[in-house]
C-alpha cells in the first residue's frame, strides 16, 4: 500500500506563497484520487482540494478558490498544492490522503483510505 508524506509547509506572512507537496512513498499514484485537508487548532478538519487519478476532476474548497491550485505530476508520485494569496486563516496542519476512486465528488466527507502526517502552516499577520 502507498504512504503519503507531506512536505512544504511552514512559516509565512499574509500575502505569501507556498508549495505543498504530498509524495507516494513505496509506489505511485496509479489509480489514486488525492485530496488536500487541513485542521487548525479546535476546529474540524476540512477539505481543501481533491484531484481525480485521472486529473479531470478537480474540487477546491469555496474559501480557497482562486488562491489555491492542485496539480498533479506525469510520474505519478507527486500531488502539488499551490497556495498564493495565503491569510491567517489558512493557518493549520494540511494533511493529504489517497483512495482509488474515479472521482472528487463529496471529497471531503469521504472515508480516505490512506492518510500522511501533515505538514504545518502558519501564516502571520
Known amino acids: 500500500q502507498v504512504q503519503l508524506v507531506e512536505s512544504g509547509g511552514g512559516l509565512v506572512q499574509s500575502g505569501g506563497s507556498l508549495r505543498l507537496s504530498c509524495a507516494a512513498s513505496g509506489g505511485t499514484f496509479d489509480h489514486e484520487t488525492i485530496g488536500w485537508f487541513r485542521q487548525a487548532p479546535g476546529k474540524e478538519r476540512e477539505g481543501v482540494s481533491c484531484?481525480?487519478?485521472?486529473?479531470?476532476?478537480?474540487k477546491y474548497a469555496d474559501s480557497v478558490k482562486g488562491r489555491f491550485t492542485i496539480s498533479r505530476d506525469k510520474a505519478k508520485i507527486t500531488v502539488y498544492l499551490q497556495m498564493n494569496t495565503l491569510k491567517p486563516e489558512d493557518t493549520a496542519t494540511y494533511y493529504c490522503?489517497?483512495?482509488?476512486?474515479?472521482?472528487?465528488?463529496?471529497?471531503?466527507?469521504?472515508?480516505?483510505?490512506?492518510w500522511g502526517l501533515g505538514t504545518q502552516v502558519t501564516v502571520s499577520s
Open positions: 490522503a489517497a483512495d482509488k476512486i474515479p472521482h472528487c465528488e463529496g471529497y471531503g466527507d469521504y472515508d480516505w483510505d490512506v
Open positions: 484531484i481525480s487519478s485521472g486529473g479531470g476532476n478537480i
